[in-house]
């Protein structure tokens, strides 16, 4: 085998298997001006095209088609049920869709909610894409008052608070 064929090998591995890692990112930021978490859910398009297939199929909501065709609605759904907040006495908040953005073959997801007490006790659960991976592991960052923590969620975890 040449040196060229021999360099290109690791590549074509990567290129095949796809993203062999199975990982979402979400950001929280807050804004005391508006009192409101925003959260952006970064997510392959593949990966959430099927999971927003499984979960439509289950609970008899839109059906996501085809990739480049994501309809709003069915991104949504499956994210509220994937990612959740709860104030600091456990009570879900609603989550408002802000928007979906493709980035090649990235999604991010757009939600907001109100927390006009300010995010210090909040409690997150992120199990995006725990209905398809074993191995998923999610990681969600926050950022309020100068401050910023992750929380990392593996299959099984439930709820975390942001303190």
């Known amino acids: 085998m040449g040196i060229a064929r021999l360099a290109a090998f690791p590549l074509a591995l990567v290129v095949m298997s796809a993203h ?59 994210a509220r049920a994937a990612f959740m907040v709860a104030d600091r006495g456990g009570h879900l908040l609603s989550l408002a869709s802000c928007g979906n953005k493709p980035v090649g073959d990235l999604m991010w997801v757009c939600l907001r909610t109100s ?32 401050k910023r923590i992750s929380l990392l969620f593996t299959s099984g975890d439930g709820f975390k608070r942001i303190d």
Do not use: C, W
């Open 20 to 78: 062999p890692l199975h990982t979402s990112l979400a950001e929280m930021i807050y804004d005391p001006a508006a009192k409101e978490m925003r959260i952006s859910i970064r997510v392959f398009v593949d990966d959430l095209t099927k999971a927003s297939n499984a979960y439509a199929a289950s609970h008899r909501t839109t059906r996501v088609s085809s990739l480049p065709l994501i309809p709003d609605a069915a991104i949504i759904q499956y």
């Open 115 to 146: 927390v006009p007490a300010g995010p210090v006790g909040l409690r997150v659960s992120h199990k995006v894409l725990f209905d398809l991976y074993a191995d998923q592991i999610n990681i969600v960052q926050a950022a309020y008052a100068g």
